[in-house]
Nanobody
């Protein structure tokens, strides 16, 4: 099992920045992809960014390219999401996720490919 714990959420004004962290614990060996998703109540989960843990290759969805950066500290088993120029419509619960399966890429679709999930951290962006 892999346990994930997000932190770093909070309230920020539009245009501001936040850095989210996701601490992984448990049997993290052979966890190939870790990713960040967000969800607004009543809407579908949205994939934002993913990282291939062994090599560090990153994947970003189009709406956050140039504004969000995903990174990892393998020594600390921690995943990060640096977010800048945040918009009010990005107010959501942000989750990190992990999978031991390899799909040839780190998917950012529905999130169904990911097995392990954290509880989420709330990000609120005010206008």
């Amino acid at each position: 099992q892999v346990q994930l714990a997000e932190s770093g959420g909070g309230s920020v004004q539009a245009g501001g920045s936040l850095r989210l962290s996701c601490a992984a614990s448990g049997y993290t060996y052979r966890t190939y992809c870790m990713a960040w998703f967000r969800q607004v109540p009543g809407k579908e989960r949205e994939g934002l960014a993913a990282i291939w843990r062994p090599g560090g290759s990153t994947y970003l969805t189009g709406s956050v390219k140039g504004r969000f950066t995903i990174s990892q500290d393998t020594a600390k088993s921690t995943l990060y999401l640096q977010m800048s120029n945040l918009k009010p419509e990005e107010t959501a619960l942000y989750y990190c996720a992990a999978t031991r399966d390899w799909f040839g890429r780190c998917p950012l679709d529905s999130g169904d490919e990911y097995t392990f999930w954290g509880q989420g951290t709330q990000v609120t962006v005010s206008s």
